[in-house]
């Protein structure tokens, strides 16, 4: 079966490469209605769904390889992702579990960090956020969320000193333009 799990995972892939999307999608729903417990292929259905912008079906399927897979830190992170950006309270909650599976990786201390500023829960994110910095000075992210959580937290000379750092050196960011935006803010330009 583990060879057929691979080759619903290619022809997926060659479905979405020739531009029929749904029918990648098909590939994995028939599969999953024969094999419901294939968490490979739930998995990379979920991660389909995600790239496609179908949250909300996303976040079932990772729900479905969570209940199985606890400590699967991947589809735990895209769970986190997604139930963020959707506003989904549970965020934290799940962030929290990732940050118990591996409290040392500095992405999973700014995803907990990021959480929990993006849910007004500035100060304890901050926290999350300087060790994140402190462990990965060079990841833009990491450093865009910091400089947020410093506004926010009343500390807009530390967050204008470290965007100006960030965006000299960082030409291109997932954020950029919002970083760019609160630094012309805490610079008083409009």
């Given at each position: ?39 490979r ?45 959707s ?72 967050a ?31």
């Open positions: 079966r583990q060879g057929t799990t691979q080759l619903v995972l290619v022809m997926s892939e060659l479905h979405q490469r020739a531009g029929r999307p749904d029918q990648a999608l098909a590939t994995y729903t028939d599969w999953l209605g024969k094999h419901p417990e294939d968490l292929a739930r998995f990379a259905y979920g991660s389909q769904l995600q790239q496609q912008g179908k949250a909300a079906l996303a976040v079932s399927e990772y729900l479905k390889v969570m209940e199985k897979e606890p400590k699967n830190l991947v589809a735990l992170k895209n769970l986190v992702w997604l139930l963020q950006e506003g989904d309270a549970r965020a934290r909650d799940y962030a929290e579990k990732l940050a118990a599976l591996e409290p040392q990786l500095p992405e999973i201390q700014d995803t907990l960090g990021w959480v929990l500023v993006q849910q007004n829960q500035t100060e304890r994110g901050l926290l999350y956020l300087e060790k994140a910095n402190s462990a990965a000075p060079k990841v833009p992210e990491i450093r865009y969320h910091l400089a947020v959580a410093y506004d926010r937290s009343g500390r807009g000379a530390d204008k000193s470290l965007l100006d750092k960030l965006l000299f050196e960082a030409p291109s960011f997932d954020g950029r333009t919002d970083a760019e935006a609160l630094q012309r803010k805490l610079s008083g330009a409009n």
